[in-house]
């Protein structure tokens, strides 16, 4: 039996999640600092903007 082919929106939208999936163990990964340095605190407020506009954008484009 032949597998369905996907979609280019279910490519698209496997591809998100599992950039939004490496983001979040990322994110685990570098949420505890090994010392609370300004520039940690500084690199790890940036991570999580970062994170929180990539998510927007791929809530955005899986509505489209």
Do not use: G, I, N
């Not at 979040?24 to 690199?43: G, I, K, T, V």
């Amino acid at each position: 039996m032949k597998a369905k082919a996907k979609t280019w929106a279910e490519v698209k939208e496997d591809h998100q999640k599992a950039v939004l999936d490496d983001l979040a163990e990322s994110a685990r990964y570098y949420s505890d600092p090994p010392d609370c340095a300004p520039w940690w605190l500084e690199m790890r407020r940036a991570f999580r903007l970062a994170a929180k506009e990539l998510r927007a954008a791929a809530r955005k484009a899986v509505k489209r």
